[in-house]
Structures are given as C-alpha cells and as structure tokens.
Nanobody
Framework: VQLVESGGGLVQGGESLRLSCAAS????????MGWFRQAPGKERETVAA????????YYADSVKGRFTISRDNAKNTLYLQMNSLKPEDTGVYYC?????????????????WGQGTQVTVSS
C-alpha cells in the first residue's frame, strides 16, 4: 500500500488548507484511516481519525471545530479540511491506514503510513 499526501504549504494564521491522501495498492473502503502531525522536537500526535463507513470520527481537542476529516472511498482518497489555522498547527502531516474497520486514537494503531506533507502557519 502506498499513501501519498498533498496539499500542504505555507499559510498565514486564520487561513485554510485542504490535505489529500491518495492511496494505491489496496482499496481503503474497508479500513479506518487517520491524520497525524509532528512538530519539531515533539512526538507524533493524532489529529483526526475516521472509521471505514465515515459514521465515527475522532478529533484532537486542539482541532475540534476547525478541522474536518472525510473520505471518498470511490476515489480511494482521505481528506483533511483545515480552517482557521493557527501557528501551533505547524508540522508535518501524515496520513495512515489501519488494517481494521474501527478507528484508533493512537498512532500505534495504524499500519501503513505516507511520507508526510509540511504545513507551516505564520502568525
């Protein structure tokens, strides 16, 4: 399985970005997925996660009300809409795929990982 993130960049505080994660080699429709981020000197943290049917989602408290995770199984793609971005959202954002249908709130619950896309938010 290959996961390729895109959509990162440099934005000012308050602006929006939409990240995409395109999967190949396996259909994502039967598996939970998530978005994670890692800032310099910090551990990787879970930003959002979604189960296989999109009827259960998880958001870190720091992004609730600002970020939305979604998936298009027909396009084999995961998305993260990020609004009202803050400087503390800066980091490398990764998408990942579980091998089961239920989501996990911990990065260790995910098996396949993308290479990441940089998001930088200036103040």
């Amino acid at each position: 399985v290959q996961l390729v993130e895109s959509g990162g960049g440099l934005v000012q505080g308050g602006e929006s970005l939409r990240l995409s994660c395109a999967a190949s080699g396996r259909t994502i429709s039967d598996y939970a997925m998530g978005w994670f981020r890692q800032a310099p000197g910090k551990e990787r943290e879970t930003v959002a996660a979604i189960n296989w049917r999109s009827d259960n989602t998880y958001y870190a408290d720091s992004v609730k009300g600002r970020f939305t995770i979604s998936r298009d199984n027909a396009k084999n793609t995961l998305y993260l809409q990020m609004n009202s971005l803050k400087p503390e959202d800066t980091g490398v954002y990764y998408c990942a795929l579980r091998r089961v249908t239920m989501l996990s709130t911990a990065p260790t619950g995910y098996y396949y990982w993308g290479q990441g896309t940089q998001v930088t938010v200036s103040s």
